[in-house]
């Protein structure tokens, strides 16, 4: 056995022709041909490695997005017996897989202190959208942002960390509870319509998503983008608007996936060049030797998010500025804010 530190990354498929490769790839004829995956286990898909470092496996339970919603108790057994089989330094948890796990402690929970510690890429996530931003602003010369979803772990770590860099938050609240909650941030409580016309850079990260209207975007605004689903409903964009995958940071010095990596990449929308921050928060935690996740739960501390960060650097991990799989030039992104007033004070 390996004396590497050992990390996975739990996901599921995101649809029916992702469900079907997962199983050709683990020999399980029904699903190549199609089955609803009920009741299958979990599955390995690809080990990416990071050589005289670490080693990782990517594991997919085999229940699609609307099955993870609709049956959460399924859902929540399907994650406990992939983790149960497992023998590794900690687990990070993609996609709806946090959701379904209670923000990840319903899944420690059911495992009643059995396993590797749990971690929901909610650090690594708000450390990216926080960068990929800061780097934005700096190419627009400004130190606005309206944000959505003030009121999730993701959101509140993204505010927290631009109020701390000197950043104006207008923070789209929905009730007087995150009024408050900006108002402890630092942030500005503000309706939709306020944040849209209160600044150019938009920063999403809601757990609804399609929130946003793209009629509501002024010409030439930049969406930074970590909600699940995408914060920009369907429909046609003003000019000039561009969508930046929040989440998206380079890959690991020396990161090696082979065939079913590759495809992997493809298939989870990360690109060849690039991963989402949430699948490398394991991999940090595995290589520091930590026992105690980055995140979990419904806040983020900010001490972890920090360590998180250092982690990443040393393993040459950095924020990606990506439209899709395309690195962005900072260049594109200039253009002066214009820096409209700022709202009263919250309160």
Known sequence: MSELPRFAFLVHPLSGLHRRVIGVRRGYLPMALGADGLGAPAGLICRPVVPGVAEGQVVSVPLLPDQMIGDQVVALEAMKRAVEDLDVNAVGLGSLCAVVAGRGTGLVDALDGRGPPITTGASATAWAAAENTLAVLRARQARTVALIGIGGAVGGAVARRLVGAD?????????????????????????????????????????????????????????????????????????????????????????????????????????????????????????????????????????????????????????????????????????????????????
């Open 167 to 347: 950043v104006r938050v207008l923070a789209v609240c929905k009730g007087r509870a995150q009024v408050k909650k900006a108002a402890r941030l630092g942030a500005h409580g503000v309706t939709l319509e306020e944040a849209l016309a209160g600044a150019r850079v938009l920063v999403g990260a809601s757990t609804n998503g399609g929130l946003v209207d793209p009629d509501a975007l002024s010409e030439g605004t930049v969406v930074v983008d970590v909600a699940l689903p995408a914060t920009l409903s369907s429909g046609p964009r003003p000019a000039g608007v561009i969508v930046l995958a929040g989440e998206a940071v380079t890959l690991p010095d020396g990161w090696r996936r082979g065939f079913w990596g590759w495809l992997y990449h493809g298939l989870a929308g990360y690109g060849p060049w690039q991963l989402y921050a949430c699948v490398v928060e394991p991999l940090v935690m595995a290589v520091t030797g930590r026992a105690a996740p980055f995140s979990l739960g419904r806040q983020v501390d900010l001490d972890d998010l920090e360590a998180f960060a250092a982690g990443a650097a040393e393993l040459g991990i950095r924020p990606r500025l990506a439209h899709g799989w395309r690195e962005i030039p900072v260049g594109r992104l200039g253009g002066m804010d214009a820096a409209p007033a700022l709202p009263g004070p919250a309160t």
